[in-house]
């Protein structure tokens, strides 16, 4: 160790007040840009286990595929998993929403039964073919819902008076202008199917992607491990859902033309519909039209700014005090062959020596602190939810 860097040593034990000030200025400095850093990465990770919850574990799913395009799908290197459900049709029955007269039954695999945000408020998920899970909102219109109830279901699809199969996405009333006001869409049921279940479990209402509010069937769920349906919906979450836009098109488009349209965001021929979980898309960054993540990281980004500012500010000021001690000092090593360089250089060996031990113990203290904040935000939030 050469002269200078031993009297810097020595300097900082004889200045044991002012080293130990400006190692805990550096210490709480660290901590708590760690601790914001550390909050905000645990809040995005929050945010999207929270729409996981609520939506699914998904990234895209593909609607009305057929039983020879499927297998492309589970089987492409990029699909990280997946779940099926398919569409057994509408059954007519008897509540008070004159807008909502079926139930619309749907069957899924076990995966989709665990990974598609169902949330069961009563009862128990259904274990077979012949039990079913209803929603909440269902009873609020005076359908039974008791947990044991066996129920008969005539089951058929909803054709339209011009021949075409409707679904949860074509309302049962239609607005006509001309009569201002809303009319019964003139529809049967064909292709009935008798099936008797027995309610097992009543859940929340279906998320507004499966179940918007103009849908005419309450979306009720039965259990089918193998779904063998000539039509059925597919939820993909892929490795790397940044590069989804590619897994899309490939996936959809009907031929490498039609691909390269999809890549240039125009209208392409598709085989199948399809839809985002935009809600777990937003909270992986994937995507980029949504300001919310963007706002967030530039907040967060705005008060560490501001927290390194004034930590420099503050460290800056403790150095400068010590290097004005040390003018005479400094002025002695010059006149002996010290350059410029030499003191420079020893001034950043003293904030290397300070930094090499507060910095660690800061980003300790920072983990620690994040630990201790998400813990009592946790609290508050589940004694929220209690309430």
Same mark, same amino acid.
């Given at each position: 160790?050469?002269?200078?860097?031993?009297?810097?040593?020595?300097?900082?034990?004889?200045?044991?007040?002012? @080293?130990?000030? @400006?190692?805990?200025?550096?210490?709480?400095?660290?901590?708590?840009?760690?601790?914001?850093?550390?909050?905000?990465?645990?809040?995005?990770?929050?945010?999207?286990?929270?729409?996981?919850?609520?939506?699914?574990?998904?990234?895209?799913?593909?609607?009305?595929?057929?039983?020879?395009?499927?297998?492309?799908?589970?089987?492409?290197?990029?699909?990280?998993?997946?779940?099926?459900?398919?569409?057994?049709?509408?059954?007519?029955?008897?509540?008070?929403?004159?807008?909502?007269?079926?139930?619309?039954?749907?069957?899924?695999?076990?995966?989709?039964?665990?990974?598609?945000?169902?949330?069961?408020?009563?009862?128990?998920?259904?274990?077979?073919?012949?039990?079913?899970?209803?929603?909440?909102?269902?009873?609020?219109?005076?359908?039974?819902?008791?947990?044991?109830?066996?129920?008969?279901?005539?089951?058929?699809?909803?054709?339209?008076?011009?021949?075409?199969?409707?679904?949860?996405?074509?309302?049962?009333?239609?607005?006509?202008?001309?009569?201002?006001?809303?009319?019964?869409?003139?529809?049967?049921?064909?292709?009935?199917?008798?099936?008797?279940?027995?309610?097992?479990?009543?859940?929340?209402?279906?998320?507004?992607?499966?179940?918007?509010?103009?849908?005419?069937?309450?979306?009720?769920? @039965?259990?089918?491990?193998?779904?063998?349906?000539?039509?059925?919906?597919?939820?993909?979450?892929?490795?790397?859902?940044?590069?989804?836009?590619?897994?899309?098109?490939?996936? @959809?488009?009907?031929?490498?033309?039609?691909?390269?349209?999809?890549?240039?965001?125009?209208?392409?021929?598709?085989?199948?519909?399809?839809?985002?979980?935009?809600?777990?898309?937003?909270?992986?960054?994937?995507?980029?039209?949504?300001?919310?993540?963007?706002?967030?990281?530039?907040?967060?980004?705005?008060?560490?700014?501001?927290?390194?500012?004034?930590?420099?500010?503050?460290?800056?000021?403790?150095?400068?005090?010590?290097?004005?001690?040390?003018?005479?000092?400094?002025?002695?090593?010059?006149?002996?062959?010290?350059?410029?360089?030499?003191?420079?250089?020893?001034?950043?060996?003293?904030?290397?020596?300070?930094?090499?031990?507060?910095?660690?113990?800061?980003?300790?203290?920072?983990?620690?602190?994040?630990?201790?904040?998400?813990?009592?935000?946790?609290?508050?939030?589940?004694?929220?939810?209690?309430?």
């Amino acid at each position: 160790m050469n002269v200078l860097n031993h009297l810097t040593l020595k300097n900082l034990r004889l200045n044991k007040k002012r @080293t130990i000030v @400006t190692i805990i200025g550096i210490i709480l400095s660290t901590a708590l840009i760690c601790a914001i850093a550390g909050f905000a990465t645990s809040l995005m990770k929050s945010m999207k286990y929270q729409a996981i919850l609520d939506t699914g574990d998904y990234h895209i799913a593909y609607l009305d595929v057929s039983a020879d395009e499927i297998k492309y799908i589970k089987d492409n290197r990029y699909t990280s998993s997946f779940y099926q459900t398919s569409s057994l049709g509408y059954a007519k029955i008897d509540n008070k929403n004159e807008f909502k007269p079926y139930l619309y039954i749907e069957e899924y695999d076990s995966s989709a039964l665990y990974n598609s945000g169902i949330k069961v408020v009563e009862g128990r998920l259904p274990q077979n073919e012949n039990e079913l899970l209803i929603p909440e909102h269902l009873c609020d219109y005076g359908y039974t819902c008791k947990i044991g109830t066996k129920i008969n279901l005539d089951i058929g699809k909803r054709i339209s008076a011009d021949g075409f199969e409707l679904d949860q996405s074509n309302p049962y009333y239609d607005y006509d202008e001309d009569l201002e006001e809303y009319v019964t869409s003139k529809e049967t049921v064909t292709n009935i199917k008798n099936r008797e279940y027995t309610i097992v479990g009543i859940m929340q209402r279906a998320s507004y992607d499966l179940e918007d509010y103009s849908a005419p069937g309450y979306l009720s769920i @039965t259990y089918n491990n193998k779904i063998s349906s000539n039509k059925s919906n597919i939820y993909v979450k892929y490795k790397k859902p940044k590069n989804i836009m590619n897994y899309l098109c490939e996936t @959809t488009a009907t031929n490498d033309n039609e691909k390269n349209k999809c890549l240039n965001n125009s209208d392409y021929e598709k085989k199948f519909d399809y839809i985002y979980n935009g809600d777990v898309l937003r909270w992986e960054g994937v995507v980029r039209s949504d300001n919310t993540k963007a706002f967030l990281y530039g907040i967060i980004s705005f008060v560490i700014g501001i927290v390194v500012i004034s930590s420099i500010l503050v460290i800056r000021n403790s150095f400068s005090i010590s290097i004005t001690e040390r003018y005479k000092q400094y002025g002695m090593l010059a006149s002996i062959g010290a350059t410029q360089k030499q003191i420079r250089k020893n001034v950043l060996f003293e904030g290397f020596i300070l930094g090499i031990i507060a910095i660690p113990l800061g980003v300790l203290l920072g983990i620690l602190a994040d630990i201790l904040l998400v813990n009592i935000v946790n609290l508050i939030v589940q004694n929220v939810n209690l309430l």
